[in-house]
Every structure is written in structure tokens, then in C-alpha cells.
């Protein structure tokens, strides 16, 4: 909950929350070690050097950029509507002064008639009864928007933004492949039973990757933090760790995290560790392509940068290792060039992205877990279904502008009729509930057909 530094201990911190770097780092004795972080190691000893209210994690929580969001503007909506009743009087006044010249006995029946059938509803019921429909469909499929103005930002986007780490890959799973002398089912019994005795991320993700094998006792267990494990089973000796552990010495950066295996004092190979990409994320990326502007901003490291950048293709703009300040400025250059802007994160270091965006979107594997404040909570087994929700929200614009046509077209006869005269304020006040009415049923039928259309519903 603080800034400290480390006095005794080996740390392996995961900063993941607040940078999205998915990997632990490594600090030493005298390092600082800020608020935010968590230790997968030992236990530490430390001296807090700032209070919390001073920390870095209370400093970036704070930040006015991490917390305005800019009003959003008028929705198309208004801008269709707001002429309506000064419409709507002159055509009154006008009718008035004709009738006043020609028969001022149809005065009063041509302007009451004028001024009941006139239906502004339909204008206001069109939007609300989409939307809220499409919301409705939205929260069944576990996408979670925040008001109906998203809706239409939705809509409008032109560039997607992803975050890399929980965003587009897994946190929970982690890929894993193994380089070097095959392994016998024996062998690999022997190393679930080891990666078994040790907390580390590296280690857990390991013994998981060879769930069926049962764990076989392990004597003289030694960990040494930071580095690797070793202990003796069935009386072979194993070990496990960094190549400088089992090497002795370090080698060339990888773009992944490895860890060396030697069983018997002879070197077997390595592990390779990596983040599982979401269900579907390739197909996703080949579904937005022609029609957006696709990029990724992540507090990563470019481990992954040639896989991603063939994906989301060659005019995508990819950025690793960047600050949550850096995102944020991201998106604004973005948004300078007249861009609107989706973009989807998933913890703190995204959170001014998400809020400086026209639509920010947090991804979640758990409702129950921190969601920094966005626009829209998608939950991580719905990602591949983006395309599909945006393509819908879409359509919802369209189905809302139908029905201003049928509302226009409505009022234009409606009034016609009771500019001459021959529409009476009764019949006028029974056709203006049943526009209403035939609203609602456009709406809310239209968007129900198309959400069954789309597998949404």
C-alpha cells in the first residue's frame, strides 16, 4: 500500500495492476519498491518511505487526467429535434392567419387539431425504446453499458485501442512449450512434483501445465528465491530455475521467460512461458480490419511485438512498455486527428485511456474484481463477440433513424389534415397515442429481429 524500500529478501513483485507488465520484477536490497505491487515471493522486510497518501499508486489514482471525463456532446438526437415546436408553432401561426382570412370559423378547430396531432413523442419514445432495448440485449450477453449516449459513440467509433496484458490474453492461463530432449511421462511426473512445492508464478504455471501426472514426495526442497528450486525425488535430483541458476551464467534476452531444467546434473532444454491470446482474438482482429483503425498500447514488453503486429497488420500502431501517462496521451493524439476512439483495458494503468476515450471499455474475467470507471464492462468470455456488438449498436442508429422517418411522415399527414381543416381535435387525439404506439412496436420489434439475426438473443 506504499512506497518501500527492500532491507532484506529476494522480491518478485507483480506490478501487473498498475503497469500491465505480466511478468514479476525482479528488485534487490535497496530498491525501491512502490505501492500497488505484489510479492510472489518470500516474505520481505522493508522500510515505507512514503506515507500512502504520497505513494505512487495515490499520485497516479489522483491525477485530474485519471479522473475528468469530458462531457460527451449532444446526441444526434437533439440535433434532429430541437427545431420541432418552433416548427410546429409557425405552422399554428401560419395556420391561424390563413383561416382567419378565409374562414374564421375553422380557427379554432384547424389550430387545436394542429397542435394535438403534432407528436413530438415519437421523436423522443424512437431513441428511448431502442436504446433501451439494445441495452437490455447488451446485458444479456454480459456487456454492460454504462447509458445510451455510449450507444451512439459506439456507433461512430473509427479506431480500436487494445491493452495487452487481460485485455487480449488470459491472466489466468499461461502458454507453455518445452525445447530440448523429448520428455518421458516419467520425467514429467518428476517435474510437477517439483514446480508443485514452489509459490512462484513460473513454478504454479509449470506443475499446472501437466495436471494429470500425481505428485511423487520431494526431499531436501531447497528454493532459492529469484532463482530456482531443487530437491531430490525418487532419488534423482532436479532442478529448475534461470539459466544463470542451472547454467551458471547468463545468457542472450529471450523474447519470453524461460526456465532451464537439468535432471541428473544433464541439461534437458528449457521451458518457454507466454500469455494465451482470448478465444477467438485472431478472428476478431480479421473482422475489424477493413473497417477500423486497429492499435495496441501496452505496459508489456515487446515480447510478442512481430506476433501482434502480423495480426493486427502492418498499418497497425503498436506501443510497448508505456506509461498509464503515455496511454492517456495516446488516445488524445488519437482523438487530435479527429478520430473517435473504443478502447479496451483492464486495470489501473489503463484507467485515463478509458476515460479520455470516446468509449472505453473494461474487460473483466470477473465482475467481483477492481474495473477501473469506463463507459462499458465487458466480460472476457464475450471479447471475440466485439465486432458482433458494435455491428449491432450500428444498427440501432439506423432502426432509430426509420422511425423519425415514420414519425415525420406521420406528422406530415397528420398536420396536413388538420391544416384544412379536416381532422377534429377528437380523432386528432386518438392518432397521437397510436403513433406513439406504433413506435414502440417498430422499435423494440425491429431491434429484437435483428439481435436474433446476430445470434444475440
Known amino acids: 500500500p506504499a512506497d518501500a524500500i527492500l532491507f532484506y529478501g529476494k522480491a518478485s513483485i507483480d506490478y501487473s495492476f498498475v503497469t500491465g507488465e505480466s511478468l514479476p520484477v525482479e528488485k534487490g536490497i535497496g530498491e525501491i519498491i512502490y505501492a500497488g505491487g505484489k510479492q510472489v515471493g518470500a516474505a520481505l522486510e522493508m522500510e515505507v518511505v512514503k506515507e500512502v497518501s504520497q505513494s505512487y499508486l495515490t499520485q497516479l489514482w489522483n491525477n485530474d487526467a485519471f479522473r475528468a471525463k469530458e462531457e460527451k456532446s449532444h446526441s444526434f438526437i437533439h440535433k434532429l429535434s430541437r427545431y420541432f415546436t418552433w416548427i410546429l408553432f409557425s405552422i399554428a401561426t401560419l395556420c391561424s392567419i390563413y383561416w382567419s382570412i378565409v374562414d374564421s370559423s375553422k380557427i379554432m378547430n384547424a389550430l387545436t387539431a394542429v397542435l394535438i396531432v403534432a407528436c413530438p413523442c415519437s421523436l423522443l419514445l424512437s431513441a428511448t425504446f431502442t436504446n433501451g432495448n439494445l441495452i437490455r440485449i447488451f446485458n444479456r450477453n454480459k456487456f454492460y453499458i454504462k447509458n445510451a449516449a455510449v450507444l451512439e459513440d459506439l456507433a461512430d467509433a473509427d479506431t480500436i485501442v487494445f491493452d495487452k496484458t487481460g485485455t487480449i490474453t488470459q491472466n ?62 525418487l532419488g534423482e535430483n532436479i532442478r529448475m530455475g534461470s539459466d544463470q541458476f542451472i547454467l551458471g551464467e547468463k545468457q542472450v534476452e529471450g523474447i519470453n521467460s524461460k526456465v532451464f531444467l537439468e535432471i541428473n546434473s544433464k541439461l534437458r532444454g528449457y521451458f518457454t512461458l507466454h500469455n494465451d491470446y482470448r478465444n477467438g482474438f485472431e478472428n476478431l482482429v480479421n473482422a475489424l480490419k477493413p473497417h477500423y483503425h486497429l492499435a495496441l498500447i501496452s505496459g508489456d514488453n515487446a515480447a510478442q511485438k512481430d506476433y501482434l503486429q502480423n495480426v493486427l497488420g502492418e498499418a497497425a500502431v503498436l506501443g510497448f512498455q508505456q506509461s498509464p501517462e503515455d496511454k492517456l496521451h495516446f488516445i488524445a493524439k488519437l482523438q487530435s486527428k479527429n478520430n473517435k476512439v473504443i478502447m479496451l483495458g483492464d ?45 449491432f449498436a450500428k444498427s440501432g442508429k439506423k432502426i432509430i433513424y426509420g422511425s423519425f422517418v415514420l414519425s415525420i411522415l406521420y406528422n406530415f399527414v397528420g398536420l396536413s389534415f388538420a391544416a384544412q381543416g379536416n381532422l377534429s381535435p377528437m380523432v386528432a387525439a386518438i392518432l397521437m397515442p397510436a403513433s406513439s404506439l406504433s413506435i414502440l412496436l417498430f422499435t423494440v420489434g425491429l431491434s429484437t429481429v435483428i439481435a436474433k439475426k446476430k445470434g444475440l438473443l
Not at 472505453?360 to 463507459?375: E, K, L, Q, R
Not at 464492462?377 to 465486432?387: D, M, R, V
Open 172 to 233: 489466468k492461463h499461461t502458454g507453455i512449450s518445452f525445447e530440448g530432449d523429448e520428455l518421458s511421462p516419467y520425467e514429467e511426473q518428476l517435474i510437477r512434483s517439483l514446480s508443485a512445492q514452489s509459490s512462484h508464478p513460473l513454478s504454479l504455471a509449470i506443475s499446472n501445465h501437466y495436471p494429470h501426472h500425481p505428485l511423487l514426495h520431494c526431499s531436501e526442497f531447497n528454493e532459492i528465491p529469484g532463482k530456482g528450486i531443487d530437491a531430490l525425488i
Open 347 to 391: 486495470g489501473l494503468n489503463d484507467a485515463g485511456a478509458l476515460r479520455k476515450s470516446d468509449v472505453g471499455i473494461a474487460v473483466s474475467d470477473s465482475t467481483n474484481n477492481f474495473s477501473p470507471a469506463c463507459d462499458a464492462l465487458l466480460e472476457g468470455s464475450q471479447f471475440a463477440s466485439l465486432k458482433k456488438f458494435i455491428d
